[in-house]
């Protein structure tokens, strides 16, 4: 059997150690392990070691590939550890750890370099396509990760199954990095952070807002027509409300610390279910309100390590399309699930998001033995499951399942979303809920006078808008489409003479609500046509002489190119059908 | 000088005692003021008297007012006030509590009846009008409101000067307790409490939150259009935002107990101001880009005592539209709190709400004596205070000026509105701040070139949007116009055969955005009529075979009454223009 990539990468991070002590003898290797994307190792060097060292040190990998045959596994005592890695106290202080586990002490050894390893390298080095690897950066770190300790040079590389697949990866980096949403966040002056306000609390400015509001706007009004209830519910409540919801044991170790009121304990709310629970049970309900979709766009606070936070992405409050959907029975509970994922597939098409391509189903199983993790129904779990493995079949997309991925109170079907940089995460979920019924007495009376439990899915349709406006700006470059734009059209007047007319056009527009902006300062025309295009604003209007005379405009377009003089009245009917049609 | 109505209301409260005592001797008087609207007195009975006595005790205030001359005033030593009131534990007790302060103990005598009293009463009796009073309502209060203390009983009557403004006002309290938000919030499934939830925090159904959604939309959008640039910030904030903003002292009151986040403390924010601020902030700005008029719907959250919770006036939570505008001087200042009120004004026309009945101006000036309260600044003072006056001077509406009711930071305008109870109370606000830009270092680069401080006008639109949504219920008594209208249209088949064409008239309107409903349950069509007549529904819709062969509907208004048969087109139409221009 060929070896795994993993095991490719770790070997090629013993090469990287081998090469680098032979061009530094006495630098001291410490660890070094295969990642995502490659593989690391961290070094105490003497010297300051660039990354313009790169190609030396890559050449001597190749070198070094060549002769090398496997790796020789060694078993040693912890004495003859200590020999061969006497002066390198990293090496010593992982030995005798390891001994006092009163575990096995193994070296393995390729040529002349031999490392203190667990196992897991490739059978043959031949395997290893010496062009499928590529050393990227240099950087700091700690030993062993603690600021406390010495900081170590770390010495990066990517590494692939061959020279394609590495240089594809490259260059997918490069983009990803020039759409990276923290980058063009700023750019574009969408969003802003504020060291006094707090880490991971994003300020967004007059443009992020725009696109928030038009993608809240989008969605609020697309559920409303498909049968959801749009409610606003509290963002605090009493700690009593996530005990009774059952919540609180699960979720503890992500929520804030309770605020005092008076005698009672408030919570910053970690998600919506039980606040559109309490509504649900406002007034006795009968079959005929069932399905119930109690919609909201709700603020949510969960806790995340100030290390993890970046950009729209980890923050530490965020605003999810959520919904939770009352249901009368496991019938009714999966064609909900089914409205839901059109729903989903709806919006992700409007994004020009595709199914297979950028998003793909995963299935969450429970685990019936893990009861601590998962609520208790083995008769529960397995009918829900197969509910939603039939709802899955029936769409005919391919799926994965995976066990131990539900939420405690049920399987759910994830829609995994992959990012510019090829990174796959779950974007939204459709959650299948037997529990939450009966903690909170979700009943109603059955068309035949009976009280019965209802069941609830819990849904999502676009997810935390601060995720979905993260990967729309990667997604998108920045290059938002029209109906997103935080600016849809800037008029440019060549001359000051033109202004007038330039100011009855932008009047013309801001008339069916399209956001448009006048240039109208005394600035060359080179200049603002530059500006238009470096906000990636969809489309200019030129106006001068020539233009006034017909009532028209040089259209020009961000997407299509010029597009010529068109008259006022098409060119106002143009891009506000394009913005209705969001197309 | 003719006796104010609060000497005759404290008047009152003796002869409402003396009558009590010639019925029930034995009763025990023991406090009983003069109140907003009449006045009260406390007794310690030993049978129970209900308000069925009224009557009884009425007539014989009216017999005692008779043969009253005016109020005798007579000094007493200690000594001589215990024999007196011996037996009578309550007035015993207040008795020693004066005498201790070392104050004058001070009987009025009127008729038989003596009682402890600091004085304020009319000259002469016969200023009261007899039928300008009535006893209104019996109800348990605790000595000295101690819930440690006996329960007492508490009579209280109406009193104004004459009948007619005793009718009057008689009136308007019941027009006020039936239109009341709270229980027309319930009546019509607006929004609900929960008490696991909390206090304070209302749930928002699918009904109140469809009129909160239009209501936010209507003002975002209208702002929008006056050159408001509408952002997103965090609910919460580092404490130290709120030290550096130094509303820290002056809000700490009113503001919840700081949330520790790893090693930093989290406030739940009570105001918008210092995160506009830092907005602001994250660029150099140019004179160029101001005024900058920074919006948000921001929620807040400041601490109220669960007593004084009270329906969607008094909550622990709200979502204020708010703005800050940071301005040049004080000549762009002064021009952008003119553009503020006329915002308000065309808010406040739309909701059909008038200045002058309904609302008025009041100017709430600093109070250059109190440094501790007010920013020690005079000159400042001065000068905001006269710009503030010429605005409001300019607008020819009058308007009164009250001392030491401005914020710290600078003087104010208030908008103070009558509810329908009558009570006046401040709306919305706008505020000059010569203070903020000091401490925030609010800058820009004026056109010569020279970095210049700014001044900030702090206002809100429609304020917190749940006191709106609260004043407008009792306005509209329910019946919100079209626009705001939870369920604007509802469809009604005569019989079940005319299900169809019904279905199809209501894609019509839902097309067009209006909010329609079709009630196709096979329930006779009065019972139908009945359910749309008590939810208020601007427009019912009958529907049966006459209608049907002509593509018409029965077209019934809430406010016009029964518009007779109309064509569909033409009823969609007419429904769609209303909604637009909002009338």
């Not at 690897?133 to 692939?160: C, P, Q, S």
């Amino acid at each position: 059997m060929a070896s795994s990539l993993e095991q490719k990468r770790h070997s090629l991070a013993h090469l990287l150690a081998a090469a680098v002590l032979e061009i530094w003898p006495d630098a001291k290797p410490t660890i070094g392990p295969a990642v995502d994307d490659g593989f690391y190792y961290d070094f105490d060097f003497s010297a300051t070691v660039s990354e313009k060292e790169f190609p030396r040190i890559e050449k001597k990998m190749r070198e070094i590939l060549k002769v090398w045959q496997g790796f020789e596994k060694v078993e040693v005592s912890k004495e003859e550890a200590e020999k061969i890695f006497a002066g390198n106290q990293y090496k010593l202080e992982l030995i005798s750890e390891i001994a006092e586990k009163g575990e096995a002490l193994t070296l393995y050894k390729s040529g002349e370099f031999t490392d203190l390893c667990r196992g897991g390298h490739v059978e043959n080095c031949s395997e290893i396509d010496p062009e499928s690897f590529k050393l990227i950066r240099v950087a700091g770190a700690y030993w062993r990760g603690d600021e406390k300790n010495k900081m170590l040079t770390r010495i990066y590389g990517f590494a692939f199954e061959n020279k394609a697949d590495l240089e594809n990866y490259i260059v997918m980096q490069e983009e990803a990095k020039k759409r990276d949403h923290k980058k063009l966040g700023k750019d574009l002056d969408l969003f802003v952070f504020s060291e006094v306000v707090g880490k991971g609390l994003p300020l967004w400015t007059e443009k992020g807002a725009t696109v928030r509001r038009e993608l809240e706007r989008f969605i609020v009004d697309e559920e409303i027509k498909r049968g959801y209830k749009h409610v606003y519910t509290p963002d605090i409540a009493k700690l009593d409300l996530y005990k009774k919801s059952g919540h609180y044991p699960y979720y503890k170790d992500s929520m804030y610390a309770p605020i005092k009121i008076d005698d009672e304990e408030f919570m910053l709310r970690p998600m919506t279910c039980p606040h559109h629970f309490e509504l649900y049970l406002s007034k006795p309900r009968s079959y005929k309100e069932l399905p119930m979709r109690i919609a909201e766009m709700a603020k949510l606070y969960r806790y995340e390590q100030s290390g993890e936070l970046s950009g729209l992405v980890r923050v530490r409050s965020f605003c999810l399309a959520d919904a939770h959907i009352i249901c009368k029975d496991s019938v009714q509970a999966g064609e909900e699930v089914e409205k839901a994922l059109d729903l989903i597939d709806y919006a992700t098409k409007v994004f020009g998001i595709k199914l297979g391509t950028d998003y793909s189903y995963r299935l969450s199983l429970g685990d019936r033995k893990n009861t601590e993790k998962y609520f208790d129904d083995p008769q529960a779990w397995d009918l829900a499951e197969e509910e939603l493995r039939k709802v899955l079949q029936k769409r005919g997309a391919p799926f994965i399942e995976v066990s131990a991925e539900a939420a405690f109170y049920g399987p759910k079907i994830d829609i995994q979303m992959k990012g510019v940089s090829g990174k796959e995460d779950t974007a939204f979920t459709v959650q299948y809920d037997f529990v939450m019924p009966k903690r909170f007495g979700l009943m109603y009376k059955d068309s035949d006078g009976v009280e019965k439990e209802a069941l609830v899915i819990h849904r999502s349709s676009i997810g935390a808008i601060e995720r979905v406006m993260a990967f729309l700006i990667e997604k998108y470059a920045g290059a938002f489409p029209t109906w997103l734009a935080p600016v849809q059209v800037v008029i440019i007047p060549v001359r000051e003479n033109h202004n007038d007319f330039a100011q009855s056009v932008l009047e013309k527009l801001q008339k069916v609500c399209v956001r448009a902006e006048l240039m109208s300062q005394d600035e060359n025309l080179g200049k603002k046509v530059r500006a238009a295009k470096n906000d990636l604003v969809p489309y200019m209007l030129i106006i001068g002489d020539k233009e006034i005379e017909a009532e028209s405009a040089t259209l020009e377009s961000r997407d299509k190119g010029n597009l010529g003089a068109m008259k006022i009245a098409d060119i106002v009917n143009l891009i506000k059908e394009e913005i209705e049609e969001k197309k």
